[in-house]
């Protein structure tokens, strides 16, 4: 298979695998109506986590006291954001959910400009605002504007602690085995969250008949395909390109909860969701745009020179 054909096959890979995730929560929303949250989690990652152990065993058999520090790291912040996402879901609508999630794009930026101490540019921060502006015109109702939704207000906190596990995966991938990485987060976020349920829930240890459906939908497609996709797609994609393509789970989202759950959106809500993706764009593409832009403006300039 030729170089091009690889890029387009993992292109449409990630494009799946936004379809995948897009559809997750509506799945997920209707699971913890009938079951307690966080022991879905559990039950998901855990379940997720045995698979690939078997299909990767003789990998993991190598795994180093380090790759399981590094994964127990990524897997606590995993943790958070999928327990302020699934707690999230039980006061917002999977649409919404998956609309604010996705403002780990804009925040990465942030945070690495904090980490590295440099300036994160004019497009990051023109994302940002468009972004806040959408945030509100989702989550604020106009009869009292002091009140922000908590489900969307976790979604927030999710987006959040997603960003921060996109940054702990890129500071350990280079350094460790990505598969063992991936298993290791996967089974320490299925651990913490059964851990939650215990404490904090009330375990059921039942799983209704049609959970049992979206139980498996959120492992085999949601967890362990998907996954695999993003560790293999992206080595033949730019990460640009492929967190543009990520960001088509946020109306891929909404369009299953509206097919689905039957969630409806205002005309307000809407143009939320619509500068929220738009903040994305601009935040994935905006290196581009600004060296076209630096390009154009420099072709012009020596046409000017020539010309005189």
């Known amino acids: ?3 091009q054909s690889k890029f387009l ?11 995948i995730w897009g559809l997750n929560f509506t799945f997920t929303k209707f699971s913890i109506s009938l079951m307690p949250p966080m022991e879905f989690t559990g039950l ?19 795994t ?6 590094a994964g ?11 327990l302020a996402q699934i707690v999230g879901l039980l006061y ?12 780990y794009i804009v925040i990465v930026p942030f945070l690495v400009s904090f980490l590295h101490k440099k300036f994160v540019g004019w497009m990051p921060i023109g994302g940002a605002i468009l972004a806040f502006i959408g945030l509100c015109l989702i989550s604020i109702s106009m009869d009292d504007i002091s009140m922000i939704n908590k489900g969307d207000l976790l979604s927030l906190v999710c987006a959040f602690f997603y960003a921060l596990q996109i940054l702990a995966v890129e500071h350990y ?25 215990v404490v904090f829930e009330s375990m059921t240890f039942q799983v209704p008949g049609f959970v049992w459906g979206a139980l498996i939908y959120t492992i085999i497609l949601g967890t362990c395909i998907a996954y695999l996709i993003q560790n293999i797609a992206q080595k033949y994609t730019s990460s640009s390109k492929a967190a543009l393509l990520y960001g088509l789970e946020a109306p891929l989202a909404l369009l299953f909860s509206i097919l689905i759950w039957g969630e409806t959106i205002t005309a307000r809500g809407l143009l939320g969701c619509t500068l929220i993706f738009v903040a994305i764009i601009f935040v994935v593409m ?12 420099q072709k012009l300039l020596n046409t000017i020179s020539h010309s005189k």
């Open 286 to 297: 905006g290196p581009t745009i600004m060296s076209v832009i630096a390009n154009t403006h």
């Open 173 to 197: 991938a280079p350094r460790y085995n990505v598969y063992n990485l991936t298993i290791i987060q996967i089974a320490f976020t299925g651990i913490l969250s059964m851990g939650y349920s």
């Open 92 to 103: 917002t609508t999977p649409g919404k959910s998956g609309f604010i999630s996705t403002f």
């Open 1 to 3: 298979m030729g170089k």
């Open 44 to 62: 998901r990652y855990i379940i997720s986590a045995a698979i690939l152990g078997v299909f990767f065993f003789k990998i993991l058999k190598t």
């Open 9 to 19: 096959l993992a292109d449409l890979a990630l494009i799946l695998a936004a379809v």
């Open 64 to 69: 180093t006291r380090s790759e399981l520090r």
């Open 72 to 82: 127990c790291v990524i897997g606590i912040f995993l943790f958070i954001g999928s």
